[in-house]
Nanobody, 127 residues
């Protein structure tokens, strides 16, 4: 299983970026997928997650209303649309997945719930 994250870059505060995460294998196998981020000197933080069967994704409070996650099963790809970016959004962003398992809601944004990780893509927001 491989996850390939892309789309990071340098953007001014208030700008937008769209991250992509391409997954190998069958999209239907991925019971739970998520985005995390890690800033220098900080712990990895859950940003958003989608579980198979959920009517809507889960978001961290820090990104609600600004970030939108989606998945295209036909393309085996997950996206993170990030709008109204702030300097505090600066981090390396990772996509993660767990096959065949629908993670319980309370653990959906916990990095320990995921088995497969992408390599990370840097997002830098300048003030």
């Amino acid at each position: 299983v491989q996850l390939q994250a892309s789309g990071g870059g340098l953007v001014q505060a208030g700008g937008s970026l769209r991250l992509s995460c391409a997954a190998s294998g069958f999209a239907s196998d991925y019971g739970s997928v998520a985005w995390f981020r890690q800033a220098p000197g900080k712990e990895r933080e859950g940003v958003s997650c989608i579980r198979t069967g959920d009517s809507r994704p889960t978001y961290a409070d820090s990104v609600k209303g600004r970030f939108t996650v989606s998945r295209d099963n036909a393309k085996n790809t997950m996206y993170l649309q990030m709008n109204s970016l702030k300097p505090e959004d600066t981090a390396v962003y990772y996509c993660a997945a767990r096959r065949f398992t629908r993670i319980v809601y309370s653990m959906c944004l916990d990095p320990s719930s995921y088995v497969y990780w992408g390599q990370g893509t840097q997002v830098t927001v300048s003030s």
